[in-house]
T-cell receptor, first 110, second 113 residues
């Protein structure tokens, strides 16, 4: 089983739609979680950290479910500019290494 | 400006040649990382370092070497032993706290002809 798994997509959605991605992780000792965004042929950039209580940043909401070992990202009112690959990232809690999922492709169309 | 720089952005090399990719950061981060990304794939960890003069192998270290002589610098050498070196190489850095954000450089796209 992979340490971090994501549905690769692509998710093709119209502008204004709400879309959600899930990501599962295998190590129950994992302590910190992040969502990164990567545009085509560019470096990944932090979108948001994921806190135990869940957190929201504008149109983006991240949630953590420790019992089921998954994190989620919800995007409301999708914009064309949201089209990108979204990477789920987990700190396994040892070696200070982050493990990256392979990413979920989102395409927002007008 | 604070950040991570990688050079060059694009690099072409002939098969059998060693090549060194540069990574410099002025964020005062202790930890630095090298990843490789192939088309349509996730990031794979090559090497990482949490302190000067020390580094550890990641998941795909074969055919690569690194050094960490200064806190700010973590160059990666792609040797001729790396069987399939053409890829997008990303350098990253972060602090040592578990919740610290990891920042990436703009990447170097290496093509071996």
């Amino acid at each position: 089983r992979k340490e971090v798994e994501q549905d690769p997509g692509p998710f093709n959605v119209p502008e204004g739609a709400t879309v959600a991605f899930n990501c599962t992780y295998s190590n129950s000792a994992s302590q910190s979680f992040f969502w990164y965004r990567q545009d085509c042929r560019k470096e990944p950039k932090l979108l948001m950290s994921v806190y135990s209580s869940g957190n929201e940043d504008g149109r983006f909401t991240a949630q953590l479910n420790r019992a089921s070992q998954y994190i989620s990202l919800l995007i409301r009112d999708s914009k064309l500019s949201d089209s990108a690959t979204y990477l789920c990232v987990v700190n396994l809690g040892y070696g200070n290494k982050l493990v990256f999922g392979a990413g979920t492709i989102l395409r927002v169309k007008s | 400006d604070g950040g991570i720089t990688q050079s060059p952005k694009y690099l072409f090399r002939k098969e059998g040649q060693n090549v060194t990719l540069s990574c410099e950061q002025n964020l005062n981060h202790d930890a630095m990382y090298w990843y490789r990304q192939d088309p349509g794939q996730g990031l794979r960890l090559i090497y990482y370092s949490q302190i000067v003069n020390d580094f550890q192998k990641g998941d795909i270290a074969e055919g690569y070497s690194v050094s960490r002589e200064k806190k700010e610098s973590f160059p990666l050498t792609v040797t001729s032993a790396q069987k399939n070196p053409t890829a997008f190489y990303l350098c990253a850095s972060r602090g040592l706290a578990e919740t610290d954000t990891q920042y990436f450089g703009p990447g170097t796209r290496l093509t071996v002809l």
